[in-house]
């Protein structure tokens, strides 16, 4: 699905009712990215839920979206007339918010879409207000975590970049884009690129140090490094797309003889990876 840069100012729950395109994305978060659904009026391209649909609309006309009123169901149906572009919104069981870009395509090349829990927008209850980054920021845990979600969408929305660190193995590309101080803590942007044609399922993606011991007996030390805050980490990458996720560790530095190793592993399949992380990019973060 293609990416669209929403960037507008609100970060709340987003009203329902008799909303065109434009009102709708008017008050949406700041700064968020919005998947395009592409549809067309001779098939019927379905989305699949994570919780039952209890209302969807759409915000034209030629657009329309259909799910069972009566009897909770977990997918909707989406048909489209030629026309301008415009935009989905779910609202789930569980209040949980999605937003979409829709657009007509006379050919389509992806009928089913299976839409996990983190790529909600938000909650149609009333949200905790998020607070500024400042030094007066509480260290409780509550804003501990507010505060890492604030910094990691402000990471990912920035072209900022360490020297580009990557690995490719059977069309999965794994690269390290930006590694940032701030706060004790370690700040690590993630992209995973599939260029091949098949979805790319995660099983984990998680982080070691290594320390090779010389000697005649050569050995390897390893030891996990545990994130306290993930940020949009994906279930599935699907062929042809690229997503960028946020890691927070703990601060730590490296000796020469160590190396940071991201390994990504694949469920059920055999393309998983391990990129090899220098100490000087660890020790030298933005």
């Known amino acids: 699905m293609k990416n669209l840069i929403i960037a507008l100012s609100i970060l709340s729950a987003v009203p329902f009712g008799n909303l065109n395109a434009q009102e709708e994305l ?98 149609e209850k009333p949200l905790v207000i998020v607070p500024e980054l400042n030094d007066s920021l509480d260290t409780n845990i509550d804003s501990s975590e507010l505060y890492y979600n604030r910094f990691s969408e402000f990471l990912i929305d920035r072209n900022q970049k360490i020297v580009r660190i990557k690995k490719r193995v059977n069309g999965i590309v794994l690269s390290v884009e930006n590694i940032v101080f701030d706060r004790s803590a370690l700040y690590f942007v993630i992209e995973i690129e599939n260029t091949s044609s098949l979805d790319y399922d995660l099983n984990f993606l998680k982080f070691f140090t290594e320390t090779k011991k010389q000697g005649k007996r050569k050995s390897i030390q390893k030891l996990e490094k545990q994130p306290v805050y993930t940020h949009q980490v994906p279930f599935k990458v699907s062929e042809n797309e690229t997503r960028r996720m946020v890691f927070v560790l703990p601060k730590f530095s490296l000796g020469d003889d160590k190396k940071l190793v991201v390994e990504l592993n694949e469920q059920n399949g055999e393309r998983s990876l391990k990129l090899n992380v220098k100490s000087k990019f660890i020790n030298n973060p933005n």
Do not use: H, M, W
């Open 26 to 123: 008017s008050r949406l978060p700041k700064t968020l990215i919005l998947d395009t659904i592409y549809a067309n009026d001779t098939k019927n391209v379905a989305l699949f839920f994570p919780d039952p649909i209890k209302q969807g609309i759409t915000g034209s006309e030629n657009f329309v979206f259909t799910y069972n009123r009566e009897k909770e169901q977990y997918f909707g149906l989406l048909q489209a007339t030629p026309g301008e572009d415009s935009n989905l919104l779910i609202i789930n069981t569980n209040g949980a918010v999605f937003s979409y870009i829709v657009r007509y395509k006379e050919q389509l090349t992806k009928l089913n879409y299976f839409v996990s829990n983190t790529e909600n927008i938000g909650n």
